[in-house]
């Protein structure tokens, strides 16, 4: 481990390129929905931006275990991302909404980067002893981020048009280019302990959250947790039209939620032992069917609180996934378990985005019912 590199190095790197992913969602939501004029057709883009992380994730953690320079291969990724969000600009209202799918389900494989592959990293920046206090950070840049992006994607909708808001989250990961790029090498030992075949370490990857019940739950329970979420996503705008005045206003709604998560985060920080991680996995599936179902009232003040318990909902379930996986996961696949993981993560989230799209031009309440029917199906695969 290099002494050079610290945390606050790693952090500042994270909330740079989580805040452009983060900004990256609703902006493309907003740009769609004005080049298209179709909410279904935004949507689509948006799925097709994060289902394929599916195949790209276990794939990206392979070459991030056996690298032995993995900052430099997440700054090189981190580079393409950024460019896959700038011609996604370009395409959207000048190419077929297909070619622009297209587009987006290409620059999505390399979208595990982004979260599983900082997180994975984390190890080589502190001490062991120091890795609970770190973990929270970690999570909590995801928080921020939340924030941030959303707030982002909506003054710069306001101000300078919805295509900015894609551009704007580009040139936010391109900034968290230098932190990457300066991540600790792995060492000698972990360098020559990953020399085999790379459908071996894929097969080995899975094989190993499988096998491990606690491991297995967590990740199934947040893949499901996260098609619910992505629904809820997709319903913000015609949400925030309807009880804020504007498509726009929706995202209003995702900085409450993020303000909410990291508040949540803050003080389970402060009393890390009160709960159990497996035991936080479980609570919080329950909050996050209690928040669309109080969104599909239509009411300002329960959707406002809908907003509140998405967000301590979804604040201790990251923190505590990540103490799962640090937990549970063999080092020499802790890359592949991370981007794995997060690779299941997005590909729920474009399920649900794509299928809450359609049902909410059809029916508002009933894509989030739906929402909150799937976070109760997380709930039971907890167990």
């Avoid at 989250?169 to 932190?179: E, F, K, V």
């Amino acid at each position: 481990m290099e002494k050079r590199y610290s945390l606050a190095r790693y952090t500042t790197g994270a909330v740079a390129a989580r805040t452009g992913d983060e900004m990256s969602g609703p902006a493309l939501l907003l740009a769609g929905l004005a080049a298209t004029g179709s909410a279904t057709a935004a949507s689509a883009v948006l799925a097709g931006l994060t289902v394929s992380a599916a195949v790209g994730g276990p794939v990206f953690g392979v070459l991030l275990d056996r690298s032995p320079r993995p900052g430099r291969l997440l700054a090189c990724t981190l580079t393409l991302y950024a460019m896959a969000l700038g011609a996604l600009l370009l395409s959207l209202g000048r190419v077929p909404v297909a070619c622009t799918v297209l587009i987006a389900a290409a620059g999505g494989l390399l979208g595990p980067a982004l979260s599983g592959g900082w997180t994975s990293q984390l190890p080589r920046v502190v001490a062991p002893g120091a890795l609970p206090r770190a973990n929270a950070v970690d999570a909590m840049t995801f928080n921020l981020a939340s924030l941030a992006g959303p707030a982002l994607a909506a003054a710069a909708a306001a101000s300078a048009g919805a295509p900015s808001g894609v551009a704007g989250s580009a040139t936010l990961i391109c900034l968290a280019l230098p932190a990457a790029w300066a991540l600790p090498e792995r060492s000698v030992t972990e360098g020559t302990a990953a020399r085999r075949r790379v459908h071996t370490d894929l097969t080995a990857g899975f094989l190993a959250i499988a096998r491990s019940p606690t491991l297995a739950r967590a990740t199934t329970a947040s893949v499901v947790s996260c098609v619910g979420s992505g629904a809820l996503l997709a319903c913000t705008p015609p949400l925030g039209e309807r009880v804020l005045g504007g498509a726009d206003r929706g995202a209003v709604l995702l900085g409450v939620a993020a303000v909410a998560a990291l508040a949540a985060n803050t003080l389970l920080s402060r009393r890390p032992g009160l709960l159990r991680p497996d035991t936080v996995v479980r609570l919080s599936t329950v909050v996050l069917a209690a928040a669309p179902a109080l969104a599909a009232t239509g009411r300002p003040v329960p959707v406002a609180a809908s907003a509140v318990l998405t967000g301590i909902g979804e604040g201790p379930q990251l923190t505590a996934l990540f103490a799962i996986r640090h937990r549970e996961a063999p080092a020499r696949l802790r890359g592949q378990i991370f981007t794995t993981g997060a690779s299941l993560k997005l590909t729920g989230f474009a399920i649900g985005a794509a299928i809450a799209g359609p049902l909410a031009t059809w029916s508002l309440p009933g894509a989030l019912l739906a929402a909150a029917g799937v976070q109760l199906l997380a709930a039971a695969s907890s167990f």
